[in-house]
């Protein structure tokens, strides 16, 4: 935990109370959030994150006001990093939510904002050693909405697969949509490398709009890698890969070595992984 966090411009030692129990993402789930890596006091894909912010608090019908920009909240995370010492890598999480007051419905549509930071023991993505061991988490499916892929407060859905994956001792577990189809996993986006061809599920399938995922993309692209980004992937897709992937903010890519009774390369994984590193320390 971070010796100071950051609430609505004041900084405040982490061990201070903030909120009371009126407020609304605690109460409604009523809220937005950005995880992203920090590259000493820098933050690599900003622009990204709080475009995507912006985005989805328009959905939300959060009111940003106009002077909180990419600068503004770069501005407020390197204080942040300065405060607290944390020079190297760090994971940043920039919350928003609706002012206290009301019940389901508001009484406004201003948004509190609050940042922490906590250090990461690298500075810089890089590939995973050991490849993870995945598997379905299949008793609950993601509903496909337009809130389908923003990162709000109400994450139940990526509590019970992260802790089903817990209760089977493997690393992460997928997740379908309401058709039955193979969305994501509960903390990052997939990939599937099969016959020389890139395969993402499609936002319209219900995945997370991750900044990552973009980015991933652009840089398969740039390495002549054909991407399919519109994908609907079940299980045989996964099953028949010749590699497959997870992709975050705070991890970038990594590799997975198993899924049920398949095992897979890295190639792809680790040439994309080498391009990330490249991208972000320009």
């Known amino acids: 935990m971070s010796l100071f966090v950051c609430y609505n411009g004041e900084f405040i030692p982490a061990d201070k109370p903030i909120f009371y129990g ?3 993402a605690f109460r409604y789930g009523d809220g937005l959030f950005e995880t992203m890596r920090a590259m000493g006091t820098s ?8 475009e995507r912010l912006k985005n989805s608090a328009s959905i939300l019908q959060f009111e940003i006001p106009e002077n909180y920009t990419v600068l503004f909240f770069q501005k407020q995370i390197t204080r942040l990093l300065n405060a607290n010492k944390y020079f190297n890598g760090s994971k940043i999480r920039l919350s928003v939510f609706r002012k206290d007051g009301g019940n389901y419905l508001p009484h ?49 859905l990526y509590v019970k697969a992260a802790s089903y994956a817990q209760s089977l001792k493997i690393d992460d577990c997928l997740l379908l949509n309401q058709f039955g189809n193979i ?36 840089l398969a692209l740039k390495e002549k890698i054909t991407v399919y980004d519109d994908a609907c992937i079940n299980e045989n897709d996964i099953l028949n890969a010749d590699e497959v992937f997870l992709t975050n903010a705070i991890n970038g890519i990594r590799w997975v070595v198993a899924f049920k009774n398949r095992r897979y390369f890295c190639k792809i994984a680790k040439r994309l992984s080498a391009a990330l590193e490249n991208l972000s320390t320009l």
Not at 115 to 130: R, V
Not at 188 to 195: A, E, P, Q
């Open 183 to 218: 969305i994501e996993s509960s903390s990052s986006n997939l990939f599937v490398f099969t016959n020389n061809n890139l395969l993402t599920p499609s936002l319209t399938d219900g995945c997370l709009n991750g900044v990552m995922r973009q980015i991933i993309i652009q």
């Open 22 to 24: 009126t407020n609304r």
């Open 43 to 50: 933050t690599p894909f900003l622009n990204q994150h709080i």
């Open 108 to 156: 406004s549509n201003k948004i509190d904002y609050y940042i922490e930071a906590t250090p990461l023991e690298t500075n810089n993505f890089s590939l995973n050693a050991k490849g993870l061991i995945i598997d379905i988490f299949n008793e609950w499916k993601k509903p496909v909405n337009e809130l389908s892929g923003l990162k709000t407060s109400n994450s139940l």
